[in-house]
């Protein structure tokens, strides 16, 4: 079997199935105790890509203002946002190559201003579900990582080596570390420095080996060595050759306190007609 062949099995041609149903395999835990939330928190004045609009909140109705019979009232608010701010999943819409995107779909003529993308939304996404496993750089490299590290095939190879390793549909996250740096926007997006991630070696031993998706805690989940030099070639791998989701600010630090490499992973997109990309919430369930 071909690398081409095993990626087309964990992430097959997609049709919409938003609304109705998708058939897939899923290896089931048989029971957890614990959750561990990966996703950041939304909220005003957070930290998002200069591409990508901002998120935006507000407090439309407040209680007392608008009071029922009985003493009841409610609240409610309005939000906007970038799909691709936050914690959020790439669909193979996201990134095209000389005009197509993942099966060769041509996307120029198929994307309207308020339709989206008509090829290659999150509504073709599976569901973000199945075995999980941590990479964390940090234990890998021994020390913090810099903007000079990357995850390239051979440090695949050296972490996986006593670990249970990826199959197809399991999903592969990895925590570089750069969370810590949230707060800090400019550190966090690697501006002026670049930021660590993973390679395009070891972008194709993950498709090579079939996972459902994948995931980083930073801005851009692809090594980029220099902030000044464009890095996609790990996008294009993945979304417009292999169809394999890319998750990204991912909140994994939880995870790595407590050393925990294997789990079960599920998250969601959100049913964005012609999205991008999306908002999610993904949990790791653990005995």
Known sequence: MTQQDVAAVATPHAQNWGGSTWDGS???PQGSSRAYDLAVLLE???????????????LVKKHGEHPYPGGI?????MLTMGAHVGTH?????H????????????????????????????????PLIGPGHLVDGER??????????????DELEDWFADRRSPEPGSIVIFRTGWMKYWADSDKYLGIGTGLPGVSLSGARW????????????????EHKPSFTTPALDVHVHMLVKCGIPIMESLSLEGLA???????????????IRGGTGSPIRPLAFVA
């Open 26 to 28: 899923v290896e089931w």
């Open 44 to 58: 005003t004045g957070m930290t998002h890509h200069a591409a990508h609009p901002p998120f935006s909140y507000a």
């Open 73 to 77: 009232s409610s609240a409610m608010e």
């Open 89 to 93: 999943v790439d669909a193979p819409g």
């Open 95 to 126: 990134i095209s190559l000389d005009g197509c995107i993942f099966g060769g779909r041509e996307v120029e003529d198929k994307q309207r201003s308020y339709a989206g993308v008509s090829v290659g939304s999150v509504e073709e996404l599976p």
């Open 140 to 153: 890998l490299f021994g020390r913090e990582l810099t903007p000079a590290d990357g995850f390239g095939a």
């Open 206 to 221: 993950l498709s090579e080996r079939g996972v459902r998706a994948v995931g980083s805690d930073t801005v851009n989940f």
């Open 257 to 271: 306190a407590d050393r925990v490499d294997d789990f079960f992973f599920v998250a969601s997109a959100l049913r």
